[in-house]
Nanobody, 120 residues
């Protein structure tokens, strides 16, 4: 399994960014893709996830209503549209794969991360 993130950068408060996660090797019967983030000195937290079968989603309270996770199955790419960004959204964002389709399961495969910085 390979996961490659892109789309990070520097944006002002209130701005938007779209992250992409290009995937390969996801040949499982079902799986989930999650977007995590880790700010300096903090734990890595799940912010959004989507299940391959059925497309059910999960959002952390801190991003619900501002972030949208989506999938383009033809391109094997997942997206995280981030709107109304706040300085507290600043972090390294990672995409990860869970091999049984459980949104809150154990994520075993990880990308290298992409930095998102929101200036005040």
């Amino acid at each position: 399994v390979q996961l490659v993130e892109s789309g990070g950068g520097l944006v002002q408060t209130g701005g938007s960014l779209r992250l992409a996660c290009a995937t390969s090797g996801l040949i499982f019967d079902d799986y989930a893709i999650g977007w995590f983030r880790q700010a300096p000195g903090k734990e890595r937290d799940l912010v959004a996830a989507i299940r391959w079968r059925g497309g059910s989603t999960y959002y952390a309270d801190s991003v619900n209503g501002r972030f949208t996770i989506s999938a383009d199955n033809a391109k094997n790419t997942l997206y995280l549209q981030m709107n109304s960004l706040k300085p507290e959204d600043t972090a390294v964002y990672y995409c990860a794969a869970e091999r049984q389709g459980r949104l809150l399961g154990v994520y075993d495969d990880w990308g290298q991360g992409t930095q998102v910085s929101v200036s005040s």
